[in-house]
């Protein structure tokens, strides 16, 4: 069992930014895939970005330029900066951790972009 903490979510205004992280329980990052998933209300929940255990990243088209995913394998932690934010970005971000077959998600961090 894997758990997952995302932190970093708040309020932010359009253009602004913000970095989220997903600190996991477990020394499993270096052998695991990870990725920042988000969910808007009445939608459906979407890939943001993922990278692999190898460090090969693929981001949503919808951020590709204004977010980047970074992994920290010493300190379990994976991040995700998010720039140039825009109101369509408003969701819940999840974190997510698959390894061995098995796939871990944290509870989620509000991220609201708003003026």
């Known amino acids: 069992q894997v758990q997952l903490v995302e932190s970093g979510g708040g309020l932010v205004q359009p253009g602004g930014s913000l970095r989220l992280s997903c600190a996991a329980s477990?020394?499993?990052?270096?052998?695991?895939?990870m990725g920042w998933y988000r969910q808007a209300p009445g939608k459906q929940r979407e890939l943001v970005a993922g990278?692999?255990?190898?460090?090969?990243?693929n981001y949503a088209d919808s951020v590709k330029g204004r977010f980047t995913i970074s992994r920290d394998n010493a300190k379990n932690t994976v991040h995700l900066q998010a720039n140039s934010l825009k109101a369509e970005d408003t969701a819940v971000y999840y974190c997510?951790?698959?390894?061995?077959?098995?796939?871990?998600w944290g509870q989620g961090t509000q991220v609201t972009v708003a003026s």
């Open positions: 997510n951790l698959e390894v061995g077959g098995l796939e871990f």
């Open positions: 477990r020394n499993v990052l270096r052998i695991a895939a």
């Open positions: 990278i692999s255990s190898t460090g090969t990243t």
